[in-house]
Nanobody, 125 residues
Framework: QARVAESGGGSVQAGGSLRLSCEAS????????VGWFRRAPGKEPEGVAA???????TYAESMKGRATISRDNDRKTLYLEMNSLKPEDTAMYYC???????????????????WGLGTLVTVSS
């Protein structure tokens, strides 16, 4: 049975940092494309970042240079380190994964759907 635990969200001031985690058991995590997308009220949902089974990564333009996605296959855990956070980064962040690895992106995983209930990131100015 698949189980997902997302954590690491919180409230920070602009310029701050957060590290999100997503522990996903019950999936063949090692072979999956996994990543993050976010939803904010009144905004279009956005694919944030993804990391493929081979370690290749993609980022939304809005997050390039401010985010690092990584994975620990032994722990079946996905991470998203975000720095220089801005108020516009405020959103619910969701992790997701899929066996399809040819198009491994946050936008693709957004279409696949979230694994968990998300973790809330709030950035104040």
């Amino acid at each position: 049975q698949a189980r997902v635990a997302e954590s690491g969200g919180g409230s920070v001031q602009a310029g701050g940092s957060l590290r999100l985690s997503c522990e996903a058991s019950g999936y063949p995590f090692r072979t999956y494309c996994v990543g993050w997308f976010r939803r904010a009220p009144g905004k279009e949902p956005e694919g944030v970042a993804a990391i493929n089974h081979d370690g290749s990564t993609t980022y939304a333009e809005s997050m390039k240079g401010r985010a690092t996605i990584s994975r620990d296959n032994d722990r079946k855990t996905l991470y998203l380190e975000m720095n220089s956070l801005k108020p516009e980064d405020t959103a619910m962040y969701y992790c997701a994964g899929d066996a399809q690895t040819l198009d491994c992106s946050g936008d693709y995983l957004m279409a696949v759907g979230a694994w968990g209930l998300g973790t809330l990131v709030t950035v104040s100015s």
